[in-house]
């Protein structure tokens, strides 16, 4: 449709959040791909397509199925309606999820708290929803942002007020002087969004003592944290990994996201929240935070498709609700691939101070800092002309600041994929860099 056509809206009349570039970043990204199909996408966080398996997923329906016959006890007639009726608000795979916490994460917690969700973003909707009460609320968030966040806060009217990630993955000192900066200002800071492990699209992981380090603030601030944990389980090295935050959270600081995007199925498009912050009621009945966000989850999604969640469910039944178990051979093709490009940017950039680049520990993403703005403009050429897609940094900066860097992803390609993408990006920079001396 051209602009001269008769139109009935325009965006200016429809919720301000529309137009802005935290909510059209991911279809723009996605219309790039659609656009060049034949580039190499290291673009993509999406999780290894040759690893989905039809077959597994009608077995997980079957294997959920029989749990609530044989070992819940359900009659034939209510597992079926339990499975294809409307269902319960919070969700039928919260015991399940609690187990697989205690079990993967050593984080106890009571499945009453847990709210089983239309994927982590839904999640992540609810709990800013509640949390934005009033204008002046704000909510705090590590940068580089992941851009889901930054729009569902947009579309919830919360601001995202921005603490220094850095090398450490979170500038602690920065936290406490931006509550701070954000008080002075008149607003209220009510929660930071972090990604201790591997986050997106950083890489970067937080230290056990920043860990705790965070914990303490938090509590000294009365803020909340909202731990982001999509990647958690993908870590590189052997040994064990830095407990999560909510592992280590005995005063219910922690509110905590969870996805199965990454470790069962994108396509279940289930995810979920722990929420046992104590919340009062205008009665003074006390109950805990899952509970008012599954009053917005019922008038938002109503609840999570059941058939979703018994595939998830099942799933974690046949590891013995353990996603380490049910994730070895990703993990290590994800360990692998990062290894792959790690290296290869290495060998194709040798001593050249100029472009640099993180090294994660695990997760799906690198970034690499080049001597030149890395904008959408770029990205097109890129694609167009040298057949190759990555992510621009500014996608995941809440300002138009100029920003020298790109996100590459691991998670959807082979290592020889990896090698035609870093050789095709290898050209991209060493042309641009030609351009701009010239
Ligand atoms: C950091 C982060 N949080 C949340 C999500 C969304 O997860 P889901 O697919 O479960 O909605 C993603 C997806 O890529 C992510 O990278």
Not at 362 to 367: A, E, R
Request: aromatic share 6%; charged share 20%; glycine share 8%.
């Amino acid at each position: 449709m051209t602009a001269t056509e008769p139109v009935d809206l325009t965006v200016a009349d429809l919720h301000p959040a529309l137009g802005d570039p935290a909510l059209t970043s991911m279809n723009f990204l996605n219309e790039v791909s659609e656009r060049y199909p034949a580039a190499v996408s290291l673009a993509a966080g999406r999780p290894y397509e040759e690893f989905f398996d039809l077959a597994a997923v009608h077995r997980h329906l079957d294997t959920f199925h029989r749990h609530l016959t044989d070992d819940l006890g359900h009659s034939p007639e209510q597992a079926r309606r339990l499975l294809l009726q409307y269902g319960r608000t919070k969700g039928i795979v919260h015991q399940l999820i609690a187990r697989n916490l205690a079990v993967d994460e050593q984080i106890t917690v009571d499945p009453e708290a847990v709210v089983v969700t239309v994927g982590c973003q839904e999640a992540m909707f609810l709990v800013l929803r509640a949390l934005r009460a009033g204008p002046e609320d704000v909510l705090l968030a590590v940068a580089p942002t992941y851009v889901g966040l930054t729009g569902a806060a947009r579309l919830v009217d919360l601001p995202v007020w921005p603490v220094a990630g850095g090398p450490s993955g979170v500038d602690v000192a920065d936290l406490s002087v931006q509550v701070r900066r954000a008080r002075a200002a008149g607003l209220r800071p009510r929660a930071c969004y972090v990604m201790p492990d591997f986050a997106n699209p950083s890489g970067v992981s937080i230290s056990a003592e920043d860990r705790r380090r965070l914990l303490t603030l938090a509590a000294e601030e009365d803020l909340l944290l909202l731990e982001d944990n999509p990647y958690g389980l993908f870590h590189s090295a052997d040994g064990p990994r830095p407990p999560t935050l909510k592992a280590l959270d005995t005063g219910r600081r922690v509110v905590y996201l969870g996805s199965f995007a990454k470790t069962v199925l994108p396509g279940a498009r289930v995810g979920y929240v722990v929420a046992d912050q104590r919340v009062a009621g205008p009665d003074g009945r006390v109950g805990p935070l899952a509970d008012q966000l599954a009053m917005i989850k019922s008038m938002v999604t109503v609840n999570t498709s059941p058939i979703a969640q018994a595939v998830i469910g099942g799933r974690l039944l046949e590891n013995g609700c353990s996603l380490v178990a049910a994730n070895i051979r990703e993990r290590s093709a994800y360990t692998r691939n990062l290894r792959h490009l790690v290296t290869g940017l290495r060998r194709r950039f040798p001593g050249r101070a100029a472009v640099r680049w993180t090294v994660p520990a695990g997760g799906f993403f690198v970034v690499v800092t080049v001597p030149f703005p890395v904008d959408d403009a770029l990205l097109d050429r890129s694609a167009r002309d040298y057949g190759v897609l990555w992510t621009p940094m500014a996608h995941f900066y809440d300002d138009t600041a100029p920003v020298c860097a790109l996100r590459l992803s691991v998670s959807a390609v082979t290592p020889q994929q990896i090698d035609v993408g870093l050789d095709r990006l290898t050209a991209l920079i060493t042309d641009e860099v030609a351009r701009r001396a010239g």
